[in-house]
C-alpha cells in the first residue's frame, strides 16, 4: 500500500494503482493550513503518522485501523516540524522543540529551539540538530535527558543511522 497525506486527508492507495480507489481514506479534522510536513509508517503498531499544522497549533494524525485521531504537539507556535521514528527507540516530533510521542510522553521540550534533523536511534538515544550543534538525548528518563551536545561545524538538514559491524 502507499500511505499517503494531503491537506485534507490521511489514508493508503494500492501501490499498483495509485490512482485508483483508495484502501483507506479519513479526512483530516481540523484540516491543516500549513504544511503537511511529514509522514511516516509506523509498523511495529501498524498505524501511519502525519505531521501538518491549523493555524494555531502543529498536529499530530494518527490513522490506525480504521480510525483516525489527532492532537496537538510541539507547543504554540506552528512552525514546520518532522517526525523521527525507530521500532525500538520510540518516536518523537521535532521542529520548533521536541516531544517524545511514545512510548511515554512528557510534553513539549525545549519549544524555544528550532532542530532541523533529528533521528531516533536503534540504541534508543535521539539526535537533534539546532544550527550547527547536535544534542543527544536519551529517550528512557521521562522527560528525556541530554547526554552530549557538541559542535559540528556544519549544519545538517537531515540523519541517518548506519549501523557499523
Known sequence: LLGYLTQQALGYRPALN?????SLEKPLDPLPSQGPFDLQADRNQG???GLAATATEVRLYVLEGNALTS?????????PSRLALDLVGGGVAYGPGF????PKDPGPQQP???????????DGYLY???????????LVPSPPLLVQSLA???????LAFIPVE
Open 18 to 22: 495509485p490512482t485508483g480507489t483508495p
Open 47 to 49: 498505524r501511519l503518522l
Open 71 to 79: 492532537r496537538k504537539v510541539l507547543g504554540d507556535f506552528p512552525q
Open 99 to 102: 516531544q517524545v510521542l511514545f
Open 112 to 122: 524555544f529551539k528550532t532542530y532541523t534533523a533529528g533521528l531516533v536511534g536503534q
Open 128 to 138: 537533534l540538530v539546532q544550527g550547527t550543534g547536535l544534542e543527544v538525548y536519551d
Open 152 to 158: 559540528l561545524g556544519f549544519s545538517p538538514q537531515s
